[in-house]
């Protein structure tokens, strides 16, 4: 039976690697028809497009037949649990009908990631226009058709590794884009003293334990049920409810990152003096830039916040259960305690990352680095945040495996 139990993790593993391999091996499957070179340079000229080929693994740099990735799929999971906040009916479904309620925002995600990916695949194939040998029709409809299809067997892929494999299928990938930078990154650093070198690798610890701090800490919501409150007049308060300091993980950074990259990318182009004015006073390294960044990261930390966490649903969940907060009365007094807390936690939370954000910046400054940008932290931030979900998945499977061995 043991040796049965290691066959199904080690095939589970195999699945998993098996998968990001093909993944990895679509990215330099490029499609024909363009001067991969010119275009090459344009993307290391571009904020905007470097921002893209980071999470695209390069593959946004070859055009590959993986191009557009995971990303459109991602990008359709957050529109649509926006929309199951915003329309009563979706949230009627996800709640109410279980797992066959799931299956359905999964296929109405699937419907979204297809629009999606038709959508950026067009504009691909309109930015591409100059570095194409023969830009015509039929090129944009094979480009249509080859960067959607790649877009959905990744998306396909994905769920299989979920299901079958370890880990989440979405995170692994961009995981495995964001490695496979790291090496080309490091080619370009030319560093000969030590000194920089130390500077350099202290600050790169003190990122990364920063990292796994903000992904780890939590807020322990003491809660006790009605049963144990009758027994004792000591409260022994054993079960909580953990909130983490940081609900929206990473993506309030990737947002606001994007934000301003888009906003650079829109100046370049209109290229008026007004726009000149406001992006050189607001998004350029200054006193209003760190400001208008850090904004954006609060902002966007709080919409997060509100996402996944409402306060209203476990309220009802509590009550149900018939458990509460010690000395907080149930309903409204709950609802209100529970937003006041979750408030302070997303504005410590968001200033970390604000402060995690501007640490490669002194590290360029410092050590000299090129090509180090605000997103470095954004990629370490993805990395440690998978690498601790799927060691934990994994850990969790290992132990329900040896529990059952123990009941057989």
Avoid at 35 to 64: D, M, V, Y
Avoid at 193 to 216: C, N, R, Y
Wanted: a positive charge; proline letters at 3%.
């Amino acid at each position: 039976m043991e040796n049965k139990q290691k066959n199904k993790l080690t095939n589970k593993i195999i699945i998993t690697l098996l998968i990001l391999i093909i993944c990895r091996l679509g990215i330099f499957i490029p499609i024909p028809g363009i001067n991969h070179e010119q275009f090459n340079n344009k993307i290391e000229n571009n904020n905007l497009l470097s921002f893209l080929n980071i999470f695209s693994g390069g593959g946004f740099a070859t055009i590959g037949i993986f191009a557009l990735g995971i990303i459109p799929y991602i990008n359709s999971s957050i529109v649509i649990q926006l929309l199951i906040k915003v329309i009563p009916e979706l949230d009627k479904i996800q709640k109410d009908e279980g797992e066959r309620g799931k299956q359905k925002i999964n296929q109405i995600t699937r419907f979204f990631t297809l629009l999606w990916s038709i959508i950026q695949s067009y504009s691909i194939a309109l930015l591409i226009r100059p570095y194409t040998f023969n830009w015509n029709n039929y090129f944009i409809i094979d480009c249509i058709l080859t960067l959607t299809s790649g877009s959905m067997i990744t998306m396909w892929f994905s769920e299989i590794i979920s299901e079958y494999g370890i880990g989440n299928g979405a995170s692994l990938l961009i995981f495995q884009n964001i490695i496979s930078n790291i090496p080309k990154n490091i080619l370009n650093y030319k560093i000969t003293d030590t000194k920089v070198v130390l500077v350099a690798t202290i600050l790169a610890i003190t990122i990364l334990m920063l990292s796994i701090l903000i992904q780890e800490s939590k807020r322990k919501i003491n809660i006790i049920s009605s049963k144990e409150l009758g027994q004792s007049n000591i409260l022994k308060t054993q079960n909580y409810i953990p909130i983490k300091i940081n609900q929206g993980g990473v993506m309030p950074i990737v947002f606001a990152s994007a934000t301003i990259t888009l906003i650079n990318y829109i100046n370049q182009n209109l290229n008026t003096t007004k726009t000149n004015i406001i992006f050189n006073n607001f998004f350029i390294n200054n006193i209003f830039y760190y400001l208008t960044y850090a904004s954006l990261i609060i902002v966007f930390s709080y919409f997060y916040a509100s996402i996944i966490l409402n306060t209203n649903d476990i309220s009802k969940n509590l009550k149900k259960m018939g458990a509460s907060i010690p000395n907080i009365r149930p309903g409204s007094e709950t609802i209100n305690y529970l937003n006041k807390i979750i408030n302070k936690l997303t504005f410590i939370g968001s200033i970390f990352l604000f402060m995690i954000a501007q640490l490669p910046y002194i590290i360029l400054n410092v050590a000299k680095m090129k090509n180090l940008q605000g997103l470095g932290a954004t990629s370490l931030l993805i990395l440690v945040g998978v690498a601790i979900d799927t060691s934990k998945q994994l850990q969790t499977y290992i132990i329900s495996q040896q529990y059952d061995n123990i009941i057989e």
